[in-house]
């Protein structure tokens, strides 16, 4: 994860990649509390520094002991070691691009330490995860080892719906209404950073109450694909929840330049019910959620044996949760393409290409220093290469920088690292040396006022997946254009692009193979 205010470059690449690791918690110790009713919080009009205490009144009342969530340690019957990954494009670039803008200060400011609270009742919030594995939940079996390793994936889907409900009703309850109580975001601003959020709760609540129904007087579940095949098609709607996540993403990192939003935020961090994830980390939840279903429903597959009621069921559940997921991620892909262009700021008329609003999708975006050492955010749409200028103000509005380039007449160019001749212009403008290193050329085969850009990423890896990307573009959009009649394939169904965690710099070998077939 990324920290804010670095001269590293932010890259959003157009795959989503792996979703793996069960989250389990580890509670720490138990606060000694003298009973004694809640203080009560009153909204007024005071100096900074009361309101600041207010604020953190308010923390200490729902605050637990401290319960940070961390990496599950392996062992033998964990599903760490057990699930394997997935692809989910769209989905998992948008929690790349949200997971890289986070920031979780290191170097924060503890907060003064203060008297222990008491509570006449307990709290609301679970003190810690259950981390049970479901053979920790029985006295004994005669199970086999097979059978047992689907009892524990059916355990584990069933505690994961039961945690993300637990997290989805925390947030409402310590994130929204207090921000809406103390004014500090308007109700309408609210409804767009939280979305549809609130109606995601009784879905899964369903589903929770349906795996339960399940369990027999053993504790194990036999037959659980028809009611997946039942409950799957209400994830469709996640399609309002994820397209609607852009846009979230962006007006909280807005208000979050408001002092007083940047100080409850940060409040509500360091306090222990948070167990140290930034509010985003829960806006984000049922995203990740969608994309594990595959990956669980691919390991209660393995091990159903082939005389199991589940054998003739669970292809067909896969292959719809794997559609839904598709879906969604296709609708997501469409809004962040929308979103983007909305943003965009031109400067001359010149500079709105039919192409840019033609587009429906994008490969990837990001931050690269042109040869004077500039930072761009750059746009490599489906059918255009747009360089911009990010507003200073921290609203999410990209000045159009020069011409942007159509993606069927781009000419690009590797320029190899330390060559004087083709990385001369940036010389001493980054390094203060000769070796300039990570840069490449565009240009534009045709009549245009399109001067070539030279490009500078921030190291090898991401220099390879813009030229990964760019050459996709550049042959998706010439095949197009070569046969206009003839139905395109989307980013999300194109086999040659794949996450930028299984890219690598054999990448431009495998592309020159695939664009030659």
Not at 112 to 120: C, D, G, I, N, V
Request: glycine share 4%; hydrophobic share 30%; proline share 6%.
């Amino acid at each position: 994860m990324e920290v804010e205010g670095t001269d590293e470059t932010r890259t959003s690449w157009s795959a989503v990649g792996e979703t793996h690791s069960v989250l389990c918690d580890h509670a720490g110790k138990k606060r000694k509390q003298d009973p004694s009713p809640d203080p009560v919080i009153r909204i007024m009009e005071v100096k900074e520094e009361e309101e600041s205490e207010m604020m953190s009144d308010h923390m200490k009342d729902s605050e637990e002991p401290s319960n940070k969530r961390v990496k599950p340690v392996g062992k033998s019957n964990s599903l760490t070691g057990v699930i394997t990954p997935v692809k989910t494009p769209a989905l998992k670039r948008i929690g790349q691009s949200i997971s890289r803008s986070i920031s979780f200060r290191t170097d924060a400011r503890p907060l003064p330490p203060a008297p222990l609270r008491s509570r006449t009742k307990a709290s609301s919030f679970p003190r810690r995860r259950n981390s049970q594995c479901w053979s920790d939940t029985v006295e004994s079996h005669d199970l086999t080892a097979k059978e047992i390793k689907r009892q524990e994936v059916i355990y584990e889907l069933t505690q994961g719906e039961r945690q993300l409900i637990d997290d989805l009703i925390l947030v409402k309850k310590v994130y929204y209404e207090p921000m809406l109580k103390l004014k500090l975001i308007t109700e309408a601003e609210l409804g767009l950073i939280f979305g549809t959020l609130d109606s995601l709760v009784p879905l899964h609540q369903d589903l929770l109450s349906r795996l339960e129904r399940l369990r027999g007087s053993e504790k194990t579940v036999g037959e659980v694909g028809p009611t997946l095949l039942n409950w799957f098609p209400c994830l469709e709607a996640y399609v309002t929840y994820c397209c609607n996540q852009v846009g979230a993403k962006a007006l909280l990192d807005q208000k979050k330049h408001e002092k007083r939003v940047e100080h409850f935020l940060r409040l509500c961090q360091e306090s222990s019910f948070s167990r140290k994830l930034d509010l985003w980390n829960f806006l984000d939840l049922p995203r990740s959620r969608l994309v594990k279903y595959p990956l669980l429903l691919k390991e209660i597959q393995k091990c159903t044996p082939p005389e199991h009621p589940d054998e003739d069921t669970l292809p067909d559940v896969l292959e719809l949760i794997q559609s839904i997921v598709a879906e969604v991620n296709k609708k997501t892909g469409e809004a962040e393409c929308q979103f983007y262009r909305r943003g965009l700021n031109y400067l001359e008329d010149s500079q709105r290409l039919p192409e840019i609003q033609q587009s429906r999708f994008i490969y990837c975006h990001g931050e690269l220093k042109n040869n004077k050492g500039q930072r761009l955010h750059v746009f490599l749409f489906e059918l255009a290469l747009v360089l911009t200028k990010e507003d200073r103000e921290g609203a999410q509005v990209f000045h159009v920088y020069r011409q942007p380039l159509r993606n069927a007449l781009i000419y690009l160019e590797e320029i190899p690292d330390g060559e004087a001749s083709g990385a001369g212009a940036f010389r001493g403008a980054f390094t203060g040396n000769d070796k300039v290193k990570n840069c490449f050329r565009v240009s534009s085969r045709g009549r245009s006022k399109a001067h070539p850009y030279s490009l500078q990423a921030n190291d090898s890896f991401s220099k390879q997946q813009w030229i990964t990307c760019l050459r996709q573009a550049i042959v998706q959009s010439r095949d197009r254009t070569a046969h206009p009649s003839e139905p395109q394939l989307s980013l999300q169904s194109d086999p040659a692009l794949c996450h930028i965690a299984d890219l690598s710099l054999s990448s431009d070998t495998e592309l020159a193979d695939h664009t030659s077939r």
